[in-house]
T-cell receptor, first 114, second 115 residues
């Protein structure tokens, strides 16, 4: 298995632009998680899905952030409009159904908003 | 609510010496506990987890962790550290009593193993 796939790996954009991050979970996994990692705040859970349905989006910072999962093999995290404080590494992770299942992380997207 | 504390931002150890990375947790019910490692410019990689049973859990790359319920701790250990173990280590917890499948991560501990 190729593992969790994220694209792009790096993104540089200007403030005010729309940014779309993409994730392909491991085939057969029922859960998908979006995290953000910064030096100041560490690793934060933004949102997670179960069977393509958002379960908990309490970590989404504000309305500029949105996430979708149109099918079991694809999810997007969108920031519109982007701001410099959104600069971070964004990780996607997936896991099987079950409370004790391990989450498998993608390589991350490093976002820089100028 | 569930939370995790990693009291040390950085741990320095000489190669060949034992390595310990500390983690304490807080949950309402019983915990599921995890350790992950992150190498530079990479995503987190799973090391080991405690679900139930034996308090000593063995994982990847020679790491192990000991669950201590009375001290609410889950410290990560390796008997003999390698330079290649230098990385960022995260402890995570999930409350068995909580709905959903959400992990809470600690702030991470940077390990530096010197030759």
């Amino acid at each position: 298995d190729a593992g969790v796939i994220q694209s792009p790996r790096h993104e540089v954009t200007e403030m005010g632009q729309e940014v779309t991050l993409r994730c392909k979970p491991i085939s057969g996994h029922d859960y998908l998680f979006w995290y953000r990692q910064t030096m100041m705040r560490g690793l934060e859970l933004l949102i997670y899905f179960n069977n393509n349905v958002p379960i908990d989006d309490s970590g989404m910072p504000e309305d500029r952030f949105s996430a979708k999962m149109p099918n079991a093999s694809f999810s997007t995290l969108k920031i519109q409009p982007s701001e410099p404080r959104d600069s971070a590494v964004y990780f996607c992770a997936s896991s099987l159904e079950g409370a004790v299942e391990t989450q498998y992380f993608g390589p991350g997207t490093r976002l820089l908003v100028l | 609510a569930q939370s995790v504390a990693q009291p040390e931002d950085q741990v320095n150890v000489a190669e060949g010496n034992p390595l310990t990375v500390k983690c304490t947790y807080s949950v309402s019910g019983n915990p599921y506990l995890f350790w992950y490692v992150q190498y530079p410019n990479r995503g987190l990689q799973f090391l080991l987890k405690y679900i139930t049973g034996d308090n000593l859990v063995k994982g990847s790359y020679g790491f192990e962790a000991e669950f201590n319920k009375s001290q609410t701790s889950f410290h990560l250990k390796k008997p003999s550290a390698l330079v290649s173990d230098s990385a960022l280590y995260f402890c995570a917890v999930r409350d068995m009593a909580a709905a959903g499948n959400k992990l809470t991560f600690g702030g991470g501990t940077r390990v530096l193993v010197k030759p």
